[in-house]
């Protein structure tokens, strides 16, 4: 597609449930990175992509959150018996095999409010 | 792991005045990149830049590798300029993409 697309946009949920949040990179790129950006903490990384694989996954704060990659495209991002700390805006960004000169592609991002 | 300071916090202009955000960071690094937020929260990238300086419009990104210190200039500065400037440095041992992100410059450029 012609950028990062995320959905949904908004995601309120009740403690302890699960929820997936859907990132659909630009077209032909193979490396896709999930962040999260908290009022207390600010922008942090989660996982990195490069194709289905994720060789990088140290910034996923606990077992409750996963990730996925499937046919080098769309990733989902998992949380598992959600917690009011996990109230976030969960941005998902892709590149091509190596950022190049201008970095990364963003996606406007997942805000989930954990109520 | 890498610890990357931004400053100011906050960052007042009038329109037309030169801009001057700055960063720093405490391990040596292979990229250091410049990114945008705007009020609606969408991130853009501005610069990635490993040496030297970079140049994209208004907007100049420089970086001191020796010191550890990038800098990222606006000049004449516009209204449509306001927003989150935030800078990220990998973090030290980590993937592409695993950065540690200074806690942005909230720029407002009045009219």
């Known amino acids: 597609g012609a950028g990062v697309s995320q959905s949904p946009s908004n995601k309120v949920t009740e403690k302890g449930k699960d929820v997936e949040l859907r990132c659909d990179p630009i077209s032909g790129h193979t490396a896709l990175y999930w962040y999260r950006q908290s009022l207390g903490q600010g922008l942090e990384f989660l996982i990195y992509?490069?194709?289905?694989?994720?060789?990088?996954k140290s910034g996923l704060p606990s077992d409750r959150f996963s990730a996925e990659r499937t046919g080098g495209s769309v990733s989902t991002l998992t949380i598992q018996r959600t917690q009011q700390e996990d109230s976030a805006v969960y941005l998902c960004?892709?590149?091509?095999?190596?950022?190049?000169?201008?970095?990364?592609?963003f996606g406007s991002g997942t805000r989930l409010t954990v109520v | 792991k890498n610890e990357v300071e931004q400053s100011p916090q906050n960052l007042t202009a009038q329109e037309g005045e030169f801009i001057t955000i700055n960063c720093s960071y405490s391990v040596g690094i292979s990229a250091l990149h410049w990114l945008q937020q705007h009020p609606g929260g969408g991130i853009v990238s501005l610069f990635m830049l490993s040496s030297g300086k970079k140049k994209h419009g208004r907007l100049i990104a420089t970086i001191n590798i020796q010191e550890k210190h990038s800098s990222l200039h606006i000049t004449a500065s516009h209204p449509r300029d306001s927003a989150v400037y935030i800078c990220?440095?990998?973090?030290?041992?980590?993937?592409?993409?695993?950065?540690?992100f200074g806690k942005g410059t909230k720029l407002s450029v009045k009219p």
């Open positions: 960004a892709s590149s091509p095999t190596s950022p190049g000169n201008y970095g990364y592609t």
């Open positions: 992509f490069q194709g289905n694989s994720a060789p990088d």
């Open positions: 990220a440095a990998p973090n030290y041992g980590g993937s592409q993409g695993n950065l540690i």
